[in-house]
């Protein structure tokens, strides 16, 4: 379970970009953020793994808080959130089987990293995983021959071999063709069932969340105002996320702060 409480995050001494912001996340659920830009959703996954250090507030992953830890409990708790970028954040000049490869990177010595001597285990799973996905022809090829489609299976794929607790994508699809994107959400969908993960996609294309998730968390400048099955997302809840703009919001509030 992720359990986020009164989390706020401000970059330098400017206004919060998330503000008192409350989510639990419980089973395998998929669900998905969205929201105007700037409204703070990459903030709150950087957040969850860390790659942005939270200002105050807590972020509870299975019974670990998440926000206090330092040096190797941080990289122990890393591991356990796996993350899919919309770049993809491949090495081009390496093979499929090396970039997958480099989720275990936590879990194996640097010798055998730089020698690229693998566990056969871990061999073994990423050839089910990338069967799974549809990638495994590709193991030896290097990853800037493939697609955009082929190189965010390989984005899941090195993400699930770290084993991971929680997977956090952010804008999986954006660099995607409709058609691409779709099957990566369904892939997404699948694989959170499959492998009983809970999912947290933040997305802009409300036409797929709707249909590929079973939850959407809707932000407004840095707070939730709609958090509901994907059937209740009607026009008047659209309405309300991503009406208006940050300036006026952010405005008002430093007016009323001065
Ligand atoms: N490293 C940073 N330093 C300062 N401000 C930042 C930084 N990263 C993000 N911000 C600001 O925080 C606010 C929220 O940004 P964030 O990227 O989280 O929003 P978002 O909802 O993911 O937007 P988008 O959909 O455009 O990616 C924005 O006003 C942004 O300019």
Known sequence: MLKITDLVK??????????DLNLTIEGESVVSIIGSSGAGKSTLLRCINRLVEPTSGSIVLNGTELTDLRGAKLRAARRKIGMVFQGFNLVDRLTVM????SGRLGYI???????????KKDIRRAFELMERVGIAQYANVRADQLSGGERQRVGVVRALMQDPEILLADEPTASLDPKTSEQIMGLLRDLAGELKLPVLINIHNVTEAKQY??????????????????????????????????????????????
């Not at 401000?10 to 503000?19: D, M, W």
């Not at 090396?98 to 490869?101: D, I, M, R």
């Not at 010595?109 to 566990?119: N, Q």
């Open 10 to 19: 401000r970059y330098g001494g400017g206004e919060p970009v998330l503000k």
């Open 98 to 101: 090396e970039n997958v490869q």
């Open 109 to 119: 010595s640097t010798y055998a990293a730089i020698m690229r001597r693998y566990p």
């Open 213 to 258: 998730t079973d939850r959407i968390v809707g932000m407004r400048y840095g707070r939730i105002i709609f958090d509901d099955l994907p059937t209740k997302l009607d026009q008047d809840a659209m309405d309300r996320i991503y009406s208006g703009s940050p300036h006026a919001d952010r405005g008002g509030e430093m007016k009323a702060a001065s």
